[in-house]
């Protein structure tokens, strides 16, 4: 009973492969192949051993054409396996098609895998520098846990200090994030305008940075459809202090008329309250960081950072000299700046010898547009901790 049962699996088997195997115009069958070693996740390293064996019914196989994310394999080998190096982060598709001695092709073997190595990203912060990040993660998690696992590896592996963050649409799921970054600490606003909501939310590292006196100013105002989030940070690293007054915004969007006069509102009252608590003469280190939804550079009728621009003796955009060239736009799909630092004057001490810079992420990780924002990371450098 047992040989018979085997006999007739092995005959169904064979059944199976014939059928798949179907002759040619010429008589010829098709060959077939099979992986025998194909990884479907890969953590620790940029690179994927892929094998196989190829079988031809009716002549010999004399080669594979295989590929990457590519469905007509172009790449010749006559080996049954072969190694990729420098794999981008993400979703993959190995391709593979056996060649018979007639010259025919085999129906396409797809291997689907995912490369999530680390080493993709690059690490950009020291215990000499602070950073300071403004970072719009739309609509967080835009892609559920996918969003939520990328963004546990992307964070560590930066070592940034601070993140300025726009769009903390779950807030379930941002203190998920938190819990998986154990090195770090976070809180979000308290706004709240209904079922869909984009809070405003900071992100910084435990061990270096205490928050205190948290609260958000304009409630109510329509210029600011998100209250601003303000705190004082205090940065310790190597013997040395930086303190300073955060403010954390994110813009009303839009290109409408309307829009344009709500931003510039905005930047009008954000001025005043500025100009008001340095006039008080206590803390003069300012450092407002956020989606504006503007760009720096635009004609002085529509430019509605002019209250900031026109005050050159107390203000300064860190990002300004990015503006206007599109390999450092903070929007990945059109180049555009609308993400920006700005510092009160007393902080240029801080500043000198620091940079700001676009992180282009999305040049890194393939899924980065479809697993975390529209939005690049703008990071400036403060090299406070020497």
């Known amino acids: 009973m047992i040989i018979f049962f085997l006999m007739n699996k092995w005959l169904l088997g064979l059944i199976l492969i014939l059928s798949c195997t179907e002759p040619l115009p010429n008589g010829n069958r098709k060959p077939t192949v099979v992986f025998t070693i194909k990884p479907s996740v890969i953590t620790d390293v940029d690179s994927a051993r892929f094998q196989w064996q190829g079988t031809d019914f009716d002549g010999r196989i004399v080669g594979y054409f295989y590929g990457l994310d590519d469905t007509t394999p172009s790449i010749w080998t006559e080996s049954t396996g072969v190694t990729l190096y420098n794999l981008s982060w993400g979703s ?9 001695d007639s010259g025919a092709r085999s129906i396409v073997a797809l ?29 967080f998690p835009k892609n559920g846990d996918s969003t939520l696992m990328l963004l546990r590896t992307i964070i560590p592996r930066m070592d940034l200090d601070l993140y300025c963050i726009q769009e903390i649409e779950d807030t379930i799921a941002f203190l998920n994030l938190l819990a998986g970054l154990p090195n770090y600490q976070g809180f979000y606003s308290r706004d709240n305008y209904g079922s869909f909501y984009q809070k405003t939310a900071v992100i910084y590292k435990s061990g270096m940075i205490d928050v205190s006196d948290v609260h958000q100013i304009f409630w109510g105002n329509d210029s600011f459809p998100r209250p601003p989030l303000v705190m004082t940070v205090t940065a310790s690293s190597n013997g040395a202090t930086f303190d300073f007054r955060l403010i954390v915004l994110h813009l009303k969007a839009g290109s409408s008329v309307s829009d344009q006069a709500r931003r510039a509102g905005a930047c009008r009252l954000l001025k005043t309250y500025i100009d008001s608590q340095l006039a008080r003469g206590g803390e003069q280190d300012f450092v407002v960081a956020g989606d504006w939804n503007d760009e720096l550079d635009k004609p002085e009728p529509q430019n509605v950072f002019l209250p900031f621009l026109a005050d050159t003796i107390n203000y300064r955009f860190l990002t300004q000299p990015l503006a206007g060239n599109e390999f450092y736009g903070s929007l990945v799909t059109s180049g555009v700046l609308f993400d920006h630092i700005l510092v009160t004057s007393d902080v240029l001490t801080e500043y000198t010898g620091g940079r700001t810079t676009t992180l282009r992420l999305d040049d890194e990780l393939v899924d980065y547009l479809r697993l975390i924002s529209d939005h690049r990371p703008v990071v400036a450098t403060f090299p406070v901790f020497k």
């Open 111 to 139: 291997a689907p895998f995912r490369i999530e190595f680390p080493g993709a990203i690059p690490s950009l912060g020291n215990d000499t520098t602070l950073e300071i990040v403004t970072w719009n993660i739309q609509n």
């Open 92 to 100: 993959h598709v190995f391709c593979l098609q056996a060649v018979d």
